[in-house]
């Protein structure tokens, strides 16, 4: 039975997943949060580079600000993205203010940017607001 390695984005336990399970609300074996929540979780910069070292599936990361007009603009795309690509990728959210080191850790020099990670590493990144159907098209791209 094939199955995927999902970090639970709440408590930060790594969990196997069947395949078939992934869109049917699994739920992380610690703490019994969603693991496919369906909408983008705000995230700290531990359990971001945790499951993106880990998942299986492709995380998407929007790093953000609160005082960011374009970043405001794009959170409700972002959110409508997330419940679309339920499934198939995960996507959260991590706040520049609140967590200042991401900057320099992920080498942001702008914002609202959106990072993918796959198989441990970063895959691609893109900077500026984004409408739905944008970033489902670039996730899955």
């Known amino acids: ?26 739920k992380c074996g610690t703490c019994g949060a969603k693991l496919m929540p369906g909408k983008a979780v705000d995230v700290d910069l531990a359990i971001l580079a945790k499951a993106a070292r880990n998942d299986d599936l492709p995380l998407v990361a929007d790093f953000w600000a609160p005082w960011c ?8 795309e972002f959110a409508k993205a997330a419940a679309t690509l339920n499934g198939q990728a995960r996507l959260v959210k991590l706040n520049t203010e609140a967590h200042q080191a991401a900057g320099a850790t992920y080498g ?6 959106m990072v993918a990670f796959r198989g441990g590493r970063e ?3 893109q900077s500026g607001a984004m409408q739905e159907a944008q970033i489902v098209g670039w996730v899955r791209g």
């Open 108 to 113: 942001i020099r702008g914002i609202p940017t």
């Open 1 to 26: 039975m094939a199955s995927k390695k999902l970090t639970c984005l709440e408590c930060g336990q790594v969990n196997r997943v069947p395949d078939e399970r992934l869109g049917a609300g699994a």
């Open 69 to 76: 007009g374009p970043c405001r603009m794009m959170a409700p």
């Open 123 to 125: 895959a691609k990144r």
